[in-house]
Nanobody, 122 residues
Framework: QVQLVESGGGLVQPGGSLRLSCTAS????????MGWSRQAPGKQRELVAG???????HYEDSVKGRFTISRDNAKNTLYLQMNSLKPEDTAVYSC????????????????WGQGTQVTVSS
């Protein structure tokens, strides 16, 4: 069906920036909402940011003003621009996509990527 591959993670100093990318491949008819979530060691997974097919966005409170989610539908790619990174942003970041396999738009599925490690440390 749909496979998601994240890239762009790495080690960055506090206050630095990273841009994560997530590319969808496989079989799908149309995509709907896409999002980024993260999970730090010992903590529950949380939604960081989401974006609808129409471009509406929402963010977790702690990242508002620092992170920007965007999508390029022509490239089937989702992005997360992360600025002013803090140590508490350290986590494995995963992308997800809601999609339909065919013209039956009432039937929707969601896939998640394996994730990419983001480490914010001096």
């Amino acid at each position: 069906q749909v496979q998601l591959v994240e890239s762009g993670g790495g080690l960055v100093q506090p206050g630095g920036s990273l841009r994560l990318s997530c590319t969808a491949s496989g079989r799908f008819f149309v995509t709907y909402s896409m999002g980024w979530s993260r999970q730090a060691p010992g903590k529950q997974r949380e939604l960081v940011a989401g974006i609808s097919d129409g471009g509406a966005t929402h963010y977790e409170d702690s990242v508002k003003g620092r992170f920007t989610i965007s999508r390029d539908n022509a490239k089937n790619t989702l992005y997360l621009q992360m600025n002013s990174l803090k140590p508490e942003d350290t986590a494995v970041y995963s992308c997800n996509v809601e999609y339909s396999l065919n013209s039956d738009l009432t039937r929707r599925l969601r896939s998640w990527g394996q994730g990419t490690q983001v480490t914010v440390s001096s």
